[in-house]
Structures are given as C-alpha cells and as structure tokens.
C-alpha cells in the first residue's frame, strides 16, 4: 500500500522476516494488516517471498538494469539496495494481499457456519403459533388465548377453570399475560403428572421458567385457576434458551425502600411530562424506582396498564408499578376532579389515605409529583400533586390513617419535587449520552422507545414531542411543560446547589449500605488492630514477667549454691572472741602486777 516500507530482521521463521510500518498514518495499513491467526501464514509467506527477493536482486545487481549510481558512491550497492526496496514494496505486498483476502473469507465462511449453532445454544423460539389448546374448563373459545392479539381479551372464566396447550417440541419457557390481577395458579406437565402452584402476585405479565420449574422441558402443559374470576389476554411460548428482551420478566414492588417513587397520575404521563426520569434513574444508574398510578383507566379500557407495563419495560424499570384502583375522569380544575370523585362514592380522603399509603409502604428518598397547574390544564393532574403535598404531612403522623401506619409504620419523605414547581427550581440534564441504551439520551429512549409503546395514546399525545414538526430530538428543545424543569417543593437534607440532581445531598439506599458496609469493615478493622495491639502487649508483659521470674529463680539458685563463705564465717568470729579474750587476760595480767610492785 502507499506508505508502506519494509525493514529485514532476524525472525523466528527463518534468518529473515519482515516488520511493516505506516509512515502515513498511526496504525498500519489495513492492507497488511494480520490478526493474531494470520500472523503465522504470513511470515512463513513473507519468509518464502524473500528469498526470492535475495535471488532477483542479485541479478538485478549483476545486470545493473534499475537505478544508475550517483556520483560518490557505488553503482553496485546502489542500484541493489533500491532494487530490493522496491521489490519488497511490490512483491511481498502482492503476496500478502491474496493470503490475508484468503484467510479473512475462510473466518468469514466459518463464523457463518456456527452463527446458526450459537443462535440455537442462546435464543429461544417462539413456538406460540405451532402450538395448540387441546381442551379446556371453565373457559369458552381457549383456542384465541394463543392468537397474540392483545387488543381483545382472548379467554376469561368467571369461577376458575382449566386449559391444556401442546407444544410440537418440548418447551423452555412460558409468558401469560393476565388482562386482570390474579394469585396462584397450577401448572402441570401432562407427561409427567407434576404440578406446581405459581404465585402471579399480581403481575399481569408473568414470566414462567418452565424448565427450572419441571427439571425438563415439557412438550403438553395444563394450567388451572381454582379461584374466581380469571381473564386471560395472551399466552406465549418458548422453546429452551434466552428469551427475547420484549418478553418482561417483573421483579415485585420495591418494599425494602425505594430510591425514587414518580407519582403519575395515568399510564402515560410517565414518558411525557417526566420524560427521562426513568431511563436515566432506572435505566442508566440501577436506583430503586417505583411507579405509582392513581388510574387503572379500567373504567375506559383495559389496554392501557398493558401499554403502561410495555413503556416501563423499554426504559429499564424492572419493579413492577402500582395500579391505582380508581376511574379515569377529566375534568378543568381540581375541584370539579374532585366532584366527579365523590359522584362515584370516592371521597378527597380515600385519595389521600391512598397517596399516604404508598409513600409509608416505599419509604421513597425522593418523591416526584406533577405540576400543581397539572401541565396542560388537567384537573387529575392537579389533584393528583395536590394529594402529594397533603400526604407528605400525613405520611410522617401516626394518627392519620392509622392502618397502614400500623402496617408499614410512618415515614418522613427527605426530598420531594413537583414538575415546573418554581420555588428552588433545578434543571436536569436529559440530553446526556447514557451507556445503558447504546449512546441514546435520556429524552430519546423516553421518545423513541417509551412513549411509543402506548399505542392507544400516540396520536393524541404526541403533540408533545412535535412543536415543531417533530424537530425536537433534544429535551432542551420543549419550551412548554419542559421535562427538565422542576422545583424543590419540600425538604429534610437541605437545600439543593448544584441543581441537577433529585438526589444531591443524599446517597441511595444501596449507597447507603455499601457505606455501612465500610464503616463496618473499618471498625471490624479497627477492634481486629486494637485486639492485636492488646495481645502484643500481653505477649510482652508476659515476656517481662517471665525474664523477671527466671532472674529471681537464678539468684535463689545461686544463693543455695554456695554454703562455704557462711561456715568460715563462724571460725572468724571465734577467732575474734579469743584475741578479745587474751587482750582481757593480758590486761588482767598487767593490772596485777601494777598492784603487787606498788604493794
């Protein structure tokens, strides 16, 4: 290739072999470029090519047919030098290309050969259409709960009932999808005889492992509904491997504290007004985020927490939502809301004993509610915020609402915010790349990925993405009921500085506990520090007490030891009493003799 040279050195492969090098750019071209597999085919080639190089130069040399010499130096060793330079540039390029085209198909060729085999080892296939319903109780056309139209409810029985399904191949998994909330239920491989009770908890899109729940792959399946009324929309089927990423498989409510909790008021509001929240707090950096609806919009259609369930999935939230049980109603203001409530029996104070009771069950670090204009002018929405800020007092009274108090004790929420609130108003950043969903943002997950899966709502509501014909790829670009606008309505921690975080000045529950974890590990730490410190005080405490015995032991020793100075001892002594006693008889004497001379 052009900038290419070759240098010879000493190789593994021979006496010689060739190093490329780019002088055009910093990696090397990719026409000699080699993988680690190529490697040895093209040395051994290059290897090969140069000693036909060797041979062509030297009669080059001897015909002296390339470059003439200049002045000052040898034709010879001229000519020869740029005779093999251009020859290595020429011949060993062309030599190498074929191999490395050669080599890259036959990989090529290979890695279409085991695609298929590595599709079958990791993903499963929906056999839902290949399938059929044998027989059933209780429920009247079963055949239509595998026709995957989740528009219509397929089956419903109003006091339990049966089905039976048989797959053409032995099945590694099953998602049932449930039009109204249920409990347990049994599943029963027919070949076997074994049955096994699921608990569906009240997650309307539950996921089933049947072949961890069989130890096998079962080929005909029973399911039974002994209580009540069951209404089924859709049932899929899969054979054994990694099932598609659309098929949900819902961990339960957040119940050990929530990091977040959004408060929107329909199955939709979510991916507009709050547009980002979820992708980037769910999604991006794992938070325990929960969804709490006021309406189950049941009282209108049933497709709606279907479509809700779909959103939420495609944004990364993994804890299932709360449905509120009330009916969807619109009206201009909240008082009217409130009117058409209570012209259905629901009093202001079975809304609020609600609100109060998610904030008390989740324990939410941070609440997020909704404009207290309601965005666009929505009554619901309004009351809806408004409900928030009454249940934040209730929440942390014992005296209100004293069941759930009871159930899940009282809290006091640290943080809480209300969309386009302008009070301590902070701005977030939805525009940001996120890793999590391949370099999109934030708002355009919400856009292009969320808010499209309620199909129902699209062409009423997408006005809010389209100001301007659709130009708005940037949540920056919103100008009305912007989704980066907030304010702190209420706080315990503080108020905000940096402004473009729901969670500054607080850390996470999971933050919470790795640092308890720390703190724990440190003082563990620092008691295992302080108790060697101890022993190494005692063993030297111990070694003193031992030196100072075996010194008072070797005295006493050496004390016994030695009797001999004590028994000269008494000779001296008397030795002593004995001079005493002649110096007395020489005085004596002398005293005597004195007296008789002078007699």
């Not at 089905?163 to 909330?181: I, K, M, N, Q």
């Not at 979820?278 to 950096?285: D, K, N, Q, S, W």
């Not at 309620?454 to 301007?468: E, G, L, P």
């Not at 729901?502 to 720390?518: G, I, M, S």
């Amino acid at each position: 290739g052009r900038g290419t040279a070759a240098a010879v050195e000493e190789g593994r492969y021979g006496r010689e072999r060739c190093v490329f090098i780019s002088r055009s750019r910093s990696e090397r071209p990719s026409s000699v470029r080699a993988a680690p597999c190529q490697l040895h085919f093209l040395l051994y080639s290059c290897h090969r090519q140069l000693f036909k190089i060797r041979f062509a130069a030297r009669r080059t040399a001897r015909r002296g047919s390339f470059f003439p010499a200049g002045e000052g130096y040898g034709g010879k060793r001229l000519f020869t030098f740029y005779g093999i330079r251009a020859i290595i540039n020429a011949e060993i390029i062309q030599a190498v290309i074929p191999l490395k085209k050669l080599i890259n198909t036959l990989l090529l060729l290979c890695l279409l050969l085991t695609l298929p085999v590595l599709a079958r080892a990791e993903e499963a296939r929906d056999v839902t259409k290949e399938c059929t319903c044998a027989q059933s109780t209780g429920f009247s056309n079963p055949g239509s709960v595998l026709d995957e139209k989740l528009w219509s409810v397929s089956i419903s029985a109003t006091d339990g009932g049966t089905f039976s399904v048989t797959a053409p191949e032995g099945l590694g998994s099953a998602y049932l999808l449930f039009d109204e909330e249920y409990g347990e239920y049994t599943v029963t491989d027919d070949e076997t005889g074994t049955a096994v009770t699921v608990d569906a908890a009240g997650i309307l899109h539950h996921y089933l492992d049947l072949e961890a729940l069989f130890g096998r792959c079962p080929q005909a399946l029973t399911f039974r509904f002994e209580a009540g009324q069951v209404k089924i929309a859709d049932l899929y089927l899969f054979t054994p491997g990694q099932v598609p990423d659309w098929v949900q498989r819902w961990e339960k409510p957040v119940e050990d504290g929530a990091d977040l909790v959004l408060f929107s008021t329909h199955c939709d509001d979510e991916q507009l007004f709050f547009a980002g929240v979820l992708p980037y707090y769910a999604g991006e950096l794992g938070c325990r985020v929960q969804v709490v609806y006021l309406t189950n919009h049941r009282n209108l259609t049933h497709i709606r927490c279907h479509e809700a369930l779909n959103g939420l999935w495609a944004v990364g939230v993994r804890n299932y939502p709360v449905f509120g049980s009330f009916a969807d109603y619109f009206a201009k203001s909240e008082k009217d809301e409130l009117s058409i409530f209570s012209q259905h029996d629901v009093t202001q104070e079975d809304l609020l004993g609600y609100v109060t009771e998610q904030l008390r069950r989740f324990r939410p670090l941070v609440a997020l509610g909704h404009d207290l204009n309601g965005e666009y002018g929505h009554g619901a929405h309004m009351l809806y915020a408004d409900l928030l800020t009454q249940a934040l007092e209730a929440a942390a009274d014992e005296s209100r609402f004293p069941e759930s108090a009871r159930r899940y004790g009282v809290w006091d929420t640290p943080k809480t915010y209300l969309h386009l609130y302008e009070e301590n108003p902070i701005v977030m950043d939805w525009d940001r790349p996120l890793s999590r969903f391949d370099g999109m943002s934030a708002y355009q997950v919400t856009k292009q990925l969320g808010f499209p899966s309620h199909a129902s709502q699209t062409d009423q509501y997408y006005w809010y993405f389209n100001w301007n014909l659709g130009t708005e790829d940037h949540a920056t670009d919103i100008r009305r009921y912007s989704p980066c606008n907030y304010g702190l309505y209420r706080s315990t921690v503080g108020e905000d500085v940096e402004k473009n975080d729901f969670f500054e000045n607080l850390l996470t529950y999971d933050q919470q506990a790795q640092a308890e974890a720390e703190e724990k590990a440190a003082e563990e730490a620092r008691k295992a520090e302080e108790a060697r410190k101890a022993e190494e005080e005692a063993a030297r405490q111990a070694e003193e007490a031992r030196r100072a015995s075996e010194a008072a032991e070797s005295l006493a020793a050496a004390e016994t030891t030695q009797p001999a100075p004590q028994a000269q001892e008494a000779p001296g002594r008397g030795t002593l009493l004995a001079i005493l006693a002649a110096a007395l008889l020489l005085t004596a004497g002398a005293a005597w003799m004195l007296l008789h001379k002078q007699k």
